[in-house]
């Protein structure tokens, strides 16, 4: 276990260590449910940009600290005057970021994921969740415009359902967003890290130059004709790689395969 580095802006509102290969992200402000003030966004947003170039890191996990909340959205009480579209900005959307992080990334879920932290959850590749988490975009109940949510809900769900919990604002269960296909797995909380690391584990054993290609594939041919989709070029060129031809050797070999991502 080595740490990567700790994003201590805000009183080391985010924490940041690699165990193997996978970097994971604490959101550490138990004390407010994991909220994100200003600081606690701006260090969320370096954290998963430094995982990213991190050649050691293939997995990035994120979750909130103690067992009450994932992430209770923007703290509300921590801005002040108007806010600026998410997309106006100067600095880029954190949603944005972690959306487009070249690697595979998996929110642990392990409590109340509301307004942009269930947009945290939402952003990432995988979630795995607890029993007891509860889901919403609760933006239409204060006013906020849930600009991420309106765009990347309705591409997981079917149209109607999407725009119910938008509309609405309501809170759901881990069980309904299982249902829906929004989570991967739903564990006691008891279960959570065990259940976090096999799957982490056993995608940063893949080759990494494969897995980033079928990532950045998969993202950037949403909504493309199909003949488009397959001759788009994105990602690195797994097929050229010196992880390739080790792959076809270990598989001949019948041992385990030693991938280096290059």
Request: charged residues 20%.
């Amino acid at each position: 276990m080595s740490s990567l580095s700790d994003a201590t802006t805000g009183g080391a509102d985010v924490r940041v260590e690699r165990r193997g290969a996978t970097a994971h992200i604490l959101i550490d402000r138990p004390q407010v449910a994991n909220a994100l003030a200003p600081a606690t966004t701006a260090a969320l947003a370096d954290a998963f940009v430094q995982a990213e170039l991190d050649p050691a890191v293939r997995v990035i996990v994120v979750r909130g600290a103690g067992d009450r909340a994932f992430c209770a959205g923007v703290e509300l009480g921590a801005r002040s005057g108007a806010f600026v579209h998410p997309m106006k900005r100067q600095a880029r959307n954190l949603h944005e970021i972690i959306l487009e992080t070249e690697k595979p990334t998996i929110a642990a879920v392990n409590g109340a994921a509301i307004g942009a932290g269930c947009e945290i959850a939402l952003a990432c590749d995988m979630r795995i969740a607890v029993s007891g988490a509860r889901f919403g975009q609760t933006e239409a109940k204060v006013g906020m415009g849930g600009n991420f949510a309106a765009v990347l809900l309705p591409q997981m769900l079917p149209r109607a359902l999407a725009m119910e919990l938008l509309y609405t604002g309501r809170l759901f269960t881990a069980q309904e967003a299982l249902a829906w296909g929004l989570l991967n797995r739903v564990v006691d909380s008891s279960g959570l890290d065990a259940a976090v690391a096999e799957l982490a584990d056993t995608i940063a054993a893949n080759a990494p130059l494969t897995v980033q290609k079928m990532k950045a594939t998969l993202i950037r041919s949403h909504g493309l004709p199909m003949a488009a989709a397959l001759r788009l070029n994105v990602g690195p060129d797994p097929y050229a790689s010196e992880d390739r031809i080790e792959g076809a050797l270990a598989f001949k070999e019948k041992r385990p395969p030693r991938f280096r991502g290059v």
